[in-house]
Nanobody, 120 residues
Framework: QVQLAESGGGLVQAGGSLRLSCAASGRIFSTNDMGWYRQAPGKQRELVAT???????NYADSVKGRFTISRNNAKNTVYLQMDSLKPDDTAVYYCNVRNYLSNYNFYEYWGQGTQVTVSS
């Protein structure tokens, strides 16, 4: 099993910044993707950014140029630096970890979510 502990959410004015952290513990595979998703009220959960086991960072178009994902493999921690925040970024942000058994088979884990609210 894998446990994910998120922190860093909160209330910020438009144009401000927040940094989310997610520390993973338990059975962490060396081959894993770590990332962030978000879900706004009345909307489906969507990908924000992922950092793949191959070392590639991927972003949703809506956050490119404003958000930066990074990871510390020694600490099994993934970060999301969010700059130039907009009211549309308001959502619950979820940490996600995929432990890969093969290219297409993986175990998936979710954090409990952290609220990010951007006021206009």
């Amino acid at each position: 099993q894998v446990q994910l502990a998120e922190s860093g959410g909160g209330l910020v004015q438009a144009g401000g910044s927040l940094r989310l952290s997610c520390a993973a513990s338990g059975r962490i595979f060396s081959t894993n993707d770590m990332g962030w998703y978000r879900q706004a009220p009345g909307k489906q959960r969507e990908l924000v950014a992922t950092f793949t086991r191959g070392g590639t960072a991927n972003y949703a178009d809506s956050v490119k140029g404003r958000f930066t994902i990074s990871r510390n493999n020694a600490k099994n921690t993934v970060y999301l630096q969010m700059d130039s925040l907009k009211p549309d970024d308001t959502a619950v942000y979820y940490c996600n970890v995929r432990n890969y058994l093969s290219n297409y088979n993986f175990y998936e884990y979710w954090g409990q979510g952290t609220q990010v609210t951007v006021s206009s």
